[in-house]
């Protein structure tokens, strides 16, 4: 039993990542040594899975020691717009979930750790184009606030206590798998679903509005290189910038219609273009690149081409997302 191999946990395991990562590591090692972990179940196919609040320590604690887990990957997070809405529960889901995996981690000696950061901990005095990776970091939403404390966190426990946790600053996210998630980028995904259902969306944030993207297939494999990749040659253990393209709203609009003749894009800005304002619009990899050779596959063009081409095949997705998304009706006026 002593020499059995340690498993990875995958918490938050049925969000936008996770659900696409949990299938990619289970091929990658075996359907038996990875233990997917979310409080709603996973539509991930037969393997371990925990139902449980990570948020609660001593349920987090139990499945680590039930699993012999060896390494975790902590997605569990409550997203830009979404915190805005509940700041107190974003601090807790996102904060002390990862104090609770940091310092299981060195309790129960994990060879790594895995912790998602974002553009987000950027802020409107950071510079906005080719934003590198040390540079001002005063962001003004309680989630880019977390993403900013949890990276100097994890800093914290690799240098003093030596623990080997990982951290990759995420632009904004595009998948066909899974609907939109509560975040500030959730327009670059929703602008597909109006488009093949309805034939038109209303963005939330304005046709110029810039912010760095990436495909879901590039994300996950930026995790899973990023994770083997040789300790020896890291030489930050705050947040990594992550790239692959960048482009506005209005841009993205061209390239659907390119493929949906009549989609017609209309832009109403909300309360969600004041973070994107803050954001930057291009982020330096180098270190990336440079350090544990990261190199993004897909552009604009190919991720529409994609992203359309399985949504035409998988419609029931499609129509899960309009369901969860549709606005409430008002009720009548007696």
């Known amino acids: 039993m002593r020499n059995a191999k340690r498993k990875i946990l995958v918490t938050g395991s049925s969000g936008q990542i996770g659900s696409e990562l949990v299938v990619a590591l289970r091929a990658r090692h075996g359907k038996q040594n990875v233990v997917a972990c979310d409080v709603k179940p996973l539509e991930a196919g037969p393997g371990l899975f925990e139902l449980a609040d990570v948020t609660d320590r001593e349920t987090l604690q139990g499945i680590i020691r039930k699993h012999r887990i060896g390494s975790i990957y902590h997605l569990v997070s409550i997203l830009s717009a979404a915190g805005e809405k509940n700041p107190e529960l ?7 979930s990862l104090r609770s995996v940091l310092d299981l981690a060195l309790q129960y000696k ?9 553009i987000a901990a950027f802020g409107p005095h950071t510079p906005r184009i080719h934003t590198h990776q040390l540079t001002v970091m005063d962001p003004n939403t309680m989630y880019g606030i977390t993403k900013v404390t949890g990276e100097l966190l994890c800093n914290y426990y690799f240098v003093k206590y030596g623990l080997d946790v990982r951290c990759l600053r995420y632009p904004g996210l595009i998948s066909w798998k899974t609907p939109p998630g509560g975040g500030t980028t959730d327009y670059a995904v929703a ?19 810039v912010i760095p993207m990436m495909y879901m297939p590039d994300a996950i494999r930026a995790a899973i290189e990023f994770m083997e990749a040789p300790r020896s040659r890291l ?17 993205l609009a061209v390239e659907v219609k390119r493929h949906v003749p009549g989609f017609v894009c209309t832009y109403k800005p909300d309360e969600r273009q004041k973070i994107a304002d803050s954001w930057p619009k291009s982020v330096d990899d180098t270190c990336s690149r440079k350090d544990w050779g990261w190199k993004p596959e897909f552009n604009l063009r190919k991720t529409v081409d994609d992203m359309l081409t399985n949504l035409r095949l998988f419609p029931i997705l499609q129509i899960k997302t309009l369901r969860r998304h549709r606005p409430a009706k008002k009720a009548a006026k007696l």
């Open 191 to 209: 602008i597909f679903h109006g488009a093949l259902h309805q034939g038109r969306y209303e963005c939330f944030v304005s046709k110029n509005t």
């Open 90 to 96: 974003a601090w807790r889901v996102n904060i002390e």
């Open 110 to 118: 994990m060879d790594k750790v895995f912790w998602p950061s974002s």
């Open 235 to 251: 030489r930050t253990h705050l947040g990594y910038n992550l790239a692959a393209m960048s482009f506005s709203a209005g841009e």
